[in-house]
């Protein structure tokens, strides 16, 4: 799959404010680029993960998102770099798509 088309199926865990009952999880701001996690947990286990980013970067946006749903599924912080690039091995620009899994690493304190 490529970004467009991830795009394209639609966002599930992108929020515009902070939703209520969520920690803050982490920020990062690079040059333009900026991101923030939230996270809710219920007995030591994730069971959401939202994001703001600024909308400018669809890589940053999809690769949020997908990084997003991985997390609530496993209910921890935890993923391997070759999980996200394996889902977008379409996309041609991998070097701008390892940038972004930087930030949303960075984001995430991880």
């Not at 041609?92 to 960075?106: A, F, N, Q, S, T």
């Amino acid at each position: 799959m490529n970004i467009s088309q991830y795009i394209e199926n639609g966002l599930k865990n992108y929020v515009d404010v902070a939703p209520e009952g969520y920690r803050d999880l982490g920020k990062c701001k690079k040059g333009c680029h900026i991101l923030n996690f939230f996270l809710k947990e219920e007995n030591g286990k994730v069971v959401d993960v939202k994001f703001t980013a600024s909308k400018r970067c669809k890589k940053l946006l999809a690769v949020a998102d997908y990084v997003s749903s991985l997390i609530k599924d496993k209910g921890k912080i935890e993923f391997e770099d070759k999980e996200i690039l394996e889902i977008f091995k379409e996309e041609k620009e991998i070097d701008k798509l390892k940038d972004r899994l930087k930030l949303v690493k960075e984001a995430l304190n991880i």
